[in-house]
């Protein structure tokens, strides 16, 4: 059973940048597709992004192409979330997630595409 834990949140006023990482403390995630989903107080859980087990395709979510990348370094078993030009409406609890499959499927978006969860990590976007 893989145990993800994500790090990297924060405070930080509209405009600025933080980098996520995601890292596999038991198990490994090198052989899986990976997620980035987010949820804010009174909502439900939405896709962010996506990427394959190799690095070499990633998928976004509409409001977060351009600002927000996607990265995996599979020699260190993590996965990063670079985001920049925050909005206030990107506060939420950001989770990281191990896919079923090594691919991103067509069903990449869908929360049951995903075995394994991480405890989240708190981005908070000032005004």
């Known amino acids: 059973q893989v145990q993800l834990v994500e790090s990297g949140g924060g405070l930080v006023q509209a405009g600025g940048s933080l980098r996520l990482s995601c890292t596999a403390s038991?198990?490994?995630?090198?052989?899986?597709?990976m997620g980035w989903f987010r949820q804010a107080p009174g909502k439900e859980r939405e896709f962010v992004a996506n990427i394959n087990w190799s690095g070499s395709r990633t998928t976004y979510e509409d409001s977060v192409k351009g600002r927000f990348t996607i990265s995996r370094d599979n020699t260190k078993n993590t996965v990063y979330m670079q985001m920049n030009s925050l909005k206030t409406e990107d506060t939420a609890l950001y989770y990281c997630?191990?896919?079923?499959?090594?691919?991103?499927?067509?069903?990449?978006?869908?929360?049951?595409?995903?075995?394994?969860w991480g405890q989240g990590t708190q981005v908070t976007v000032s005004s």
């Open positions: 038991i198990g490994t995630v090198s052989n899986n597709a």
């Open positions: 997630a191990k896919a079923m499959s090594r691919y991103t499927t067509t069903i990449y978006y869908r929360p049951d595409n995903y075995e394994s």
